[in-house]
């Protein structure tokens, strides 16, 4: 089993920034992608942005050049730091960890971003 743990997730302003951490833990004997989803009010959960074991990375049309993600090996944690922030970019944001076991999901953190 595979734990997950996100934190980061606060309220900021139009043009803020946030970064957020998840950090896995458990039966981890590799992991092939480490990624953020979010999922606003009334909206389905999609991809934000992930990163893969040979570090090559995708990310939403609408973050491009505003969010980077980035994976620490050593601690098994990964970040999104999210700059210039919208408040289109209002969502519970969501860890997910891919291992040869299967996917796991963190339990969620809210963003905010409002005036």
């Known amino acids: 089993q595979v734990q997950l743990v996100e934190s980061g997730g606060g309220l900021v302003q139009p043009g803020g920034s946030l970064r957020l951490s998840c950090a896995a833990s458990g039966s981890i004997f590799s992991i092939n992608a480490m990624g953020w989803y979010r999922q606003a009010p009334g909206k389905q959960r999609g991809l934000v942005a992930v990163?893969?074991?040979?570090?090559?990375?995708n990310y939403a049309d609408s973050v491009k050049g505003r969010f980077t993600i980035s994976r620490d090996n050593a601690k098994n944690t990964v970040y999104l730091q999210m700059n210039r922030l919208k408040p289109e970019d209002t969502a519970v944001y969501y860890c997910k960890v891919v291992t040869g076991t299967g996917g796991y999901w963190g339990q969620g953190t809210q963003v905010t971003v409002s005036s």
């Open positions: 990163i893969y074991s040979g570090g090559s990375k």
